[in-house]
Structure formats: C-alpha cells, structure tokens
C-alpha cells in the first residue's frame, strides 16, 4: 500500500512512496499530527542520487520491524533536499553546528513545534564502527522524549537560540576593491595543487566557479599565475577519471587527489558550471582541449539529462546494475582488461594504453576507470576515435544509470547560460536552440502570473515548493546570457521581473539576501549563507544577474544592490577564497565596469553585424553584457540612440558612463574588448 509521498513530483521522494514507513511529505499538516498524537517528528533528508541515501533506504526504511517501531513511536517526514533547499540548510546548519559535520543521509529528531534536539546522517541496521544502529537510535529517542520530555524541550530551545544568535560576518557592505581581490588570488596560490591541479585534498571537487574569478582576474589584470591554475586544473581534471572520457560530461568529484576515481554521479549543474568554465578558457587561450570538453560536456548534457518537456534533468544515479542484479558503484562507467577485449578485440592492448587500464586496475575488483594519462608518443587519432565509438557503443547495452528527471529552476538557468555561450562560440545553433527550449518551459510552467519562480517540475506538472534566491537569480543569469547571444530583448525583460523580486522579496538590511522570500514559509531560522557549495551562492548569483541588468538598463537601484551585496565578498574574499569564487568573479566584473557593448546593424543575419556580434561574445572583459540588434529598436536600452556609422554595422562600448568612438571593425572591437 503506497505511502502518502505517492502524489508527489520529487523522484527521490517517490522512490520511498512504497517503503513499510507511513511518511509525510514536509507540511504542517505533519507536524499537526505529531502534536495531536504527542509524539517527536524524524526528518530524514537525502536526494534521488545520494549513494548512502539508497543504502539506509533499503536497510532500514523497506524493513517491516523498523517500519512498525517508526509507525508506532514518531511522524515520519522525508525531504528532497534538492526541493527544498532551505529546509535542508537550517537543519544541516543544526547538525554541522552539534556534531562538527554533515551530509547526507541527514537524521534529525524534532519537536511538534520543528526545533531539533537529535542529529546524525547514516545510521547503520547493527551497531559497528563506533555507530549505534539506526533502532538503537530510535529506541533512546523514544525513551527521552517519554521519560525526559524537559530535558528535550531544553535542548531543543537552546539548539533553537544558538541558530538565532549566529550573525552574519557581513563586512561594510562596499565593493572589494584590488587589495582584496589580490589577496583572495594569494590565498588560493597557497591552496593550490602543483602536481595535480585544483584546491585541496582528497575527496577533490571542481572548483569551477574559483576558475572563473581566475580567468576574469587575468583577463582584468593580465595575472599569468591566475590564468595558469584555471588551465592546469582543467586539464587535469579532463585528463582524469572524474571525466567521463567517451561520453562527455563530468562526474560530482574525486575521491582521491589525482582525479583518477570519482564518486560516479553525474550532476546537472556540475556540469552545467564546467561546460561554461571550458568555453571561457578556449576563449582566452583558445585551447583545443577546452574547446572539446566543452563541446562534449553539452553534448552530454543535451543527450542525456534532456526531458520529453525540453528542460533538463537534475541527475544521473552513481550506482547501476552490474548485469547480475546488484546495483554497484561506478558499475556502467568502468572496464577491465578481458571487458577491452572482447568488445576491441586486437585493438584492446592499444585502448589500455591510452586509456590507462590496469591488470590490477584503478577502481574496485581489478577494474580501472578510464583517463588520459600523459604518455610519450602519438596515437593514430582515426583508431583511437573508432575505439571510443565501439566502446562508447558496448556501454550503451549496459544497465543504464537512474535518471532524477525533476528540473530544478536554478540548475536550468545555469545550463541555459552554458547551452547559450558554447553554442554562439562554436556555431552550434542547435546547442542555443536547447537553451531556448529549457528557457521557455520555466517560462511555461514555473512562472505563475506574478512571475514567481516555482522551484521544481517534473513530467511537465510543477511542483509544489516556492523557488528560493539561487533561482531567482541563476534562471536570470540564464535569461541575461540568451539576451546576450539571441538578441531577443524578451530574455532581459523576464530577467528583469526575477531581479525585482530579489530587491523587493529576499533583500535584507545592509543589503545582505535571504536564501528564502519575506513571504515565504517560515522555519525555525530564514536561511542566509553567502558561500559557494556545489553551485554559487544565492547571494552571490544575485549579485550577478544584478549587476548584469543594471549594465543592460543603467538601473541605479539594481547596481546599488548588487553593489551592497558584495560587501560579504569584502569580508570573506581574502580569508575563504575557495568559497566564494563566484563571488570574487562578480567583484572583477564590477572592476571592469563591467563593459557594455550594443552591437548594431541592418538587419540580425546580415554578415558584417554577425561579425561584430560574434567579437562581442567572445570579448574576456568580465562580465560584459551584449546587445545586438537593429538601429532605433526597443529590445534593448543599449541600443538607444546608436545609429550605423556611415551605413555599416558598428559596435559601441562604454563603461563607467564613460564610451569609446564606434568602431565597424571587428579587430578594433577584439582588441578594446581584450579578446
């Protein structure tokens, strides 16, 4: 008999809608039960690619005694953290700030009234490694929460005050200037890897947004150091197993330091974020490695995180039937010797080589995952791409990987300004149009008639939960980046509604944001965190699509705030420049200017305006913003009283209210725009 997750669009949350344990959804119809029927509420948060989530699943919540004894003595709750972001960050801030650490699977016992008091992530069936199982857990909550009510109601309103006290590190709300930036850039030269590239230890993320600041820092400054790291570390990363070598895209990180095995999930705005970092190295080194891998990853993402509505999927599962019934890690993905030879036959000694597959292999059970190690001599490159077609083509007949079809807003926005960007760089229309499609189904079905952003949607219904401050502002990202590369003035006005709403619904005083709207459903604490996780900070995207509209319209009140907003980048920058990438990129677009280029011709497929266009995308000033279209249209301020010089197509730059004479010349644009 289905549970009461059943009606829901969440793809994690359905996998648990047949489980033994009668859960609820994240509602106040939930907590109401637990107070009428005095009993404590379990939040079990995880997300439909979560490794450890489906392992706890299986273990304890498909198991009938440990149903009875959840049924009997709690309210049950179950939340996708990636519906519900800001439910998520309020108790996993709880668990960090209790136990020094989190994750998923997160555990967390409540009171009727939502405060916590009891916080862990995986709990095993049987105690080991020093871990109580999951029914000793529960059996000494139950015996608190009946014996030592008090003691309970104590804890959780301390837990409860704690969270209300922790104020935020602000700064002094201005922008920050060179010395910050130059320190921030210091501190990630101390971090950074020499032998293999990116920040840090094991397990190794990509750290795309920190590339980004370090290819507008050089870009700005000409910093050869800056520019030298982005490069190193994306090829490093390429040539790595976290790289998916013959279908494109890239996995969630490294589990090691080499980049050589990744935890084998594959994210929409991972790749979402790379795909964008790729093209923005090709276009200020032009190299053909970037140039590949950013085609490859958006390939990869049009291909296979695609839905039937024209948006895109959150995720590929890490795990996958191994061909005899068990689900493993990594299981599609990996090969071994025999496995390269009966698919390869001859070929497969040369495919070993190249692809740096072992005897004793990389990976679990004698299997490697492959890479591109740098090795003396050359490969014929028409035999090395017939082995990745036949190879690419025998993993094709393997159990393919889950697919989490939910489309998150915010994830879509960053693919739409990926999709967009490569597209236009590489003349691939196809690549704008999906952009395009994605953009007009969060029009479609996200947006209500007050241009309120719905977070999720899936099989073409939306979902439930209101859009939070990532995407507002990264779906107006998206929105700014087709305005830039289509033309189409309606992408700058939908940006526009969305970065209203940031002003008159997630700002706070001394311009700092909110995760979540004033409106919007309260928790025990709103949510505010300025730092960079897997994507860039609400805040932090915010204060991007700000600066970038105020550039298209000179908006005084948009510049402001983005502006004020960059404080806590003053603030945190020079200490934690690893968390907050995007936030010193935003803060080199400000130093910039940023550039704003109105591109005008006769008509949008004439050669010579194309030409022009072209140069304006491709220009490395940070942060510049594009239009393009006819004399005298009204699509874009920018092209305002912009007339043709002498009859032919021009670009005009300007910055700091400050302009340069027009030019009709491509190389005279290249050069003023540092391209």
Not at 71 to 81: E, M, P
Not at 166 to 195: H, I, M, N
Not at 208 to 218: A, D
Not at 234 to 250: H, N, S, V
Request: aromatic residues 8%; proline residues 6%.
């Amino acid at each position: 008999m289905p549970n009461r997750l059943a009606h829901e669009t969440s793809p994690y949350l359905l996998q648990h809608a047949d489980n033994p344990v009668d859960w609820w959804p994240w509602s106040a119809e939930a907590f109401e039960a637990a107070r009428e029927r005095n009993l404590p509420v379990l939040l079990s948060v995880g997300y439909s690619s979560c490794h450890w989530c489906h392992v706890m699943a299986h273990e304890s919540f498909e198991d009938a005694a440990t149903a009875d004894y959840l049924n009997a003595h709690f309210v049950s709750v179950k939340v996708d953290r990636e519906e519900r972001p800001d439910v998520d960050a309020v108790y996993m801030e709880a668990v960090q700030a209790a136990t020094g650490q989190g994750g998923w699977p997160m555990t967390v016992f409540l009171t009727p009234d939502a405060e916590p008091f009891y916080f862990g992530t995986y709990f095993p069936p049987e105690a080991r490694h020093g871990m109580p199982s999951f029914r000793q857990v529960l059996e000494g909550v139950h015996a608190a929460w009946t014996d030592r009510r008090e003691e309970v109601a104590e804890v959780a309103g301390k837990i409860v005050r704690d969270l209300a006290g922790r104020k935020l590190s602000y700064g002094d709300a201005q922008v920050p200037g060179e010395q910050e930036l130059a320190q921030a850039l210091l501190g990630l030269t101390r971090e950074y890897d020499q032998q293999r590239g990116g920040f840090g230890g094991a397990p190794k993320f990509p750290p795309s947004m920190v590339i980004e600041f370090l290819l507008r820092h050089h870009a700005r400054t000409g910093a050869e150091g800056a520019l030298q790291m982005a490069a190193d570390t994306c090829e490093r990363m390429a040539r790595g197993g976290i790289y998916d070598q013959l279908g494109g895209g890239f996995a969630r990180y490294s589990v090691d330091r080499e980049w050589v095995v990744p935890h084998f999930e594959k994210m929409l705005y991972d790749n979402a974020l790379l795909c964008r970092v790729y093209a923005h190295l090709w276009r200020s080194t032009g190299s053909e490695l970037a140039r590949r891998v950013a085609l490859e990853t958006a390939d990869f993402m049009v291909r296979e995180l695609r839905t039937a509505e024209g948006g895109f999927a959150s995720a590929l599962d890490a795990d996958s039937d191994d061909g005899s019934g068990r689900h493993v890690e990594g299981a599609y993905y990996v090969w071994t010797p025999a496995q390269l030879r009966e698919v390869l036959g001859d070929d497969a000694g040369l495919a070993a080589q190249y692809f740096g597959v072992t005897e004793e292999g990389t990976f679990e059970h004698g299997s490697s995952v492959l890479q591109l190690p740098l090795q003396e001599g050359v490969f014929d490159a028409e035999k090395i791409e017939s082995v990745k077609a036949r190879l690419l083509a025998a993993r094709a007949e393997r159990p393919a990987p889950g697919r989490d079809d939910k489309v998150v807003a915010a994830w879509n926005g960053l693919a739409i300004a990926a999709l967009a960007e490569t597209g236009a760089y590489f003349d691939r229309p196809d690549l704008v149009e999906a952009a395009v499609a994605a953009a007009d189904l969060l029009v479609r079905l996200h947006l209500d008639d007050q241009v309120r952003l719905v977070r999720t949607s899936k099989d073409g219904r939306a979902g439930a939960n209101a859009g939070v401050l990532e995407d507002y502002a990264d779906v107006a990202e998206g929105f700014l980046a087709l305005a830039s590369v289509t033309g189409e003035g309606v992408w700058l006005e939908f940006a526009g509604f969305l970065v209203d709403h940031v002003l008159a619904r997630f700002t706070g005083e001394s311009g700092g944001l909110y995760d979540t709207a004033a409106d919007a459903e309260r928790l025990i604490r709103r949510p505010q965190d300025p730092t960079d996780n897997a994507t860039p900070s609400g805040w932090t995207a915010a204060a991007g699509a700000l600066l970038s509209y105020a550039a298209h319209t000179g908006s005084e009140p948009h510049r402001t705030a983005a502006e004020r907003a960059l404080g806590v980048v003053k603030a945190l920058g020079p200490r934690v420049p690893r968390f907050i990438g995007w936030g010193l990129a935003v803060a080199e677009a400000v130093l910039d200017g940023p550039r704003e280029i109105a591109v005008v011709g006769p008509a949008p497929d004439d050669a010579a305006t194309r030409a022009l266009h072209r140069t304006a995308l491709l220009g490395t000033a940070p942060g510049a913003v594009v239009a393009v279209g006819t004399p005298g249209s009204d699509e874009f301020p920018l092209l305002a009283d912009r007339p043709l010089v002498g009859g032919e197509p021009a670009a005009y730059v300007c910055r700091n209210f400050t302009c340069d004479a027009p030019t009709t010349d491509p190389e005279r644009l290249r050069t003023a725009l540092g391209g």
